[in-house]
Protein backbone atom coordinates (compact mmCIF):
# COMPACT_ATOMS: atom_id res chain seq x y z
CA UNK A 1 0.00 0.00 0.00
CA UNK A 2 0.87 3.59 -0.15
CA UNK A 3 -0.10 6.44 1.74
CA UNK A 4 -0.70 10.17 -0.10
CA UNK A 5 -0.96 13.37 0.81
CA UNK A 6 -0.99 16.51 -0.97
CA UNK A 7 0.10 19.86 -0.29
CA UNK A 8 0.51 23.57 -1.96
CA UNK A 9 -3.08 24.37 -2.84
CA UNK A 10 -4.36 27.73 -1.93
CA UNK A 11 -5.68 31.25 -3.41
CA UNK A 12 -4.19 32.86 -6.37
CA UNK A 13 -5.47 35.06 -8.69
CA UNK A 14 -5.78 34.53 -12.97
CA UNK A 15 -2.92 34.04 -14.42
CA UNK A 16 -0.59 33.26 -11.36
CA UNK A 17 1.27 29.69 -10.59
CA UNK A 18 1.05 27.46 -7.64
CA UNK A 19 3.16 23.94 -7.53
CA UNK A 20 1.17 21.04 -5.77
CA UNK A 21 3.30 18.23 -4.15
CA UNK A 22 2.08 14.70 -3.45
CA UNK A 23 4.64 13.30 -0.25
CA UNK A 24 4.04 9.03 -0.93
CA UNK A 25 4.47 6.40 2.48
CA UNK A 26 4.79 3.09 2.56
CA UNK A 27 5.60 0.71 -0.28
CA UNK A 28 8.12 2.25 -2.65
CA UNK A 29 7.05 4.97 -4.63
CA UNK A 30 9.31 4.39 -7.75
CA UNK A 31 7.00 1.25 -8.58
CA UNK A 32 3.77 2.95 -8.88
CA UNK A 33 2.65 5.20 -12.02
CA UNK A 34 0.88 8.36 -10.53
CA UNK A 35 -0.90 10.99 -11.33
CA UNK A 36 -2.75 14.06 -10.95
CA UNK A 37 -6.67 15.03 -10.91
CA UNK A 38 -8.94 17.32 -10.00
CA UNK A 39 -13.11 18.17 -9.15
CA UNK A 40 -14.47 21.00 -9.07
CA UNK A 41 -17.77 21.72 -7.35
CA UNK A 42 -20.61 20.23 -9.50
CA UNK A 43 -18.55 18.38 -11.61
CA UNK A 44 -16.98 14.75 -12.27
CA UNK A 45 -13.14 14.61 -10.89
CA UNK A 46 -11.00 14.71 -14.42
CA UNK A 47 -7.77 13.64 -15.53
CA UNK A 48 -5.24 16.67 -15.63
CA UNK A 49 -1.54 14.80 -15.96
CA UNK A 50 0.38 11.49 -15.33
CA UNK A 51 3.60 10.16 -15.04
CA UNK A 52 5.07 6.87 -15.58
CA UNK A 53 7.37 4.78 -12.78
CA UNK A 54 10.59 6.55 -13.86
CA UNK A 55 9.53 9.78 -14.97
CA UNK A 56 10.50 9.72 -18.59
CA UNK A 57 7.05 9.68 -19.91
CA UNK A 58 4.45 12.15 -19.33
CA UNK A 59 1.01 12.83 -20.57
CA UNK A 60 -1.73 15.72 -20.28
CA UNK A 61 -5.20 16.35 -20.79
CA UNK A 62 -4.94 18.62 -23.78
CA UNK A 63 -6.55 21.61 -21.79
CA UNK A 64 -3.49 21.88 -19.18
CA UNK A 65 -0.21 21.30 -22.02
CA UNK A 66 1.85 23.72 -22.21
CA UNK A 67 0.43 25.26 -19.19
CA UNK A 68 1.26 22.40 -16.09
CA UNK A 69 3.84 20.19 -15.56
CA UNK A 70 4.34 16.82 -13.67
CA UNK A 71 6.87 15.64 -12.31
CA UNK A 72 8.38 13.27 -9.59
CA UNK A 73 11.42 12.64 -7.37
CA UNK A 74 11.70 9.32 -6.36
CA UNK A 75 14.11 9.45 -3.68
CA UNK A 76 12.23 12.17 -1.97
CA UNK A 77 9.10 9.65 -2.71
CA UNK A 78 7.24 12.94 -3.80
CA UNK A 79 5.38 13.88 -7.04
CA UNK A 80 4.89 17.40 -8.31
CA UNK A 81 2.70 19.82 -10.58
CA UNK A 82 3.76 22.72 -11.65
CA UNK A 83 0.76 24.90 -12.56
CA UNK A 84 1.31 28.10 -14.43
CA UNK A 85 -1.22 30.65 -16.47
CA UNK A 86 -4.11 29.47 -13.96
CA UNK A 87 -7.60 30.30 -14.95
CA UNK A 88 -10.86 30.34 -12.76
CA UNK A 89 -12.18 27.64 -14.49
CA UNK A 90 -9.06 25.45 -12.56
CA UNK A 91 -10.98 26.14 -9.45
CA UNK A 92 -11.09 22.85 -7.60
CA UNK A 93 -9.76 20.13 -5.07
CA UNK A 94 -6.78 18.65 -6.96
CA UNK A 95 -5.85 14.67 -5.91
CA UNK A 96 -2.88 12.37 -6.71
CA UNK A 97 -3.44 9.04 -7.13
CA UNK A 98 -1.16 6.33 -7.73
CA UNK A 99 -1.33 3.23 -9.43
CA UNK A 100 1.17 -0.23 -8.33
CA UNK A 101 3.30 -1.53 -10.72
CA UNK A 102 2.42 -0.15 -14.18
CA UNK A 103 4.01 2.92 -16.18
CA UNK A 104 0.17 3.76 -17.43
CA UNK A 105 -3.33 3.24 -16.20
CA UNK A 106 -6.88 5.25 -16.68
CA UNK A 107 -7.66 3.96 -13.22
CA UNK A 108 -5.74 4.50 -10.01
CA UNK A 109 -5.74 2.39 -6.91
CA UNK A 110 -4.82 4.78 -4.32
CA UNK A 111 -5.94 8.25 -3.56
CA UNK A 112 -5.06 11.44 -1.33
CA UNK A 113 -7.58 13.62 0.13
CA UNK A 114 -6.93 16.46 -2.09
CA UNK A 115 -5.82 19.87 -1.73
CA UNK A 116 -8.43 22.83 -2.71
CA UNK A 117 -6.68 25.49 -5.54
CA UNK A 118 -9.05 28.45 -6.03
CA UNK A 119 -8.27 30.85 -8.68
CA UNK A 120 -9.45 34.27 -8.82
CA UNK A 121 -10.45 36.98 -11.40
Known amino acids: QVQLVESGGGLVQAGGSLRLSCAASGRTFSSYAMGWFRQAPGKEREFVAA????????QYDDSVKGRFTISRDNAKSTLYLQMNSLNPDETAVYYC??????????????WGRGTQVTVSS
Open 51 to 58: ISRSGRRT
Open 97 to 110: AAKFGVDYSVTYDY
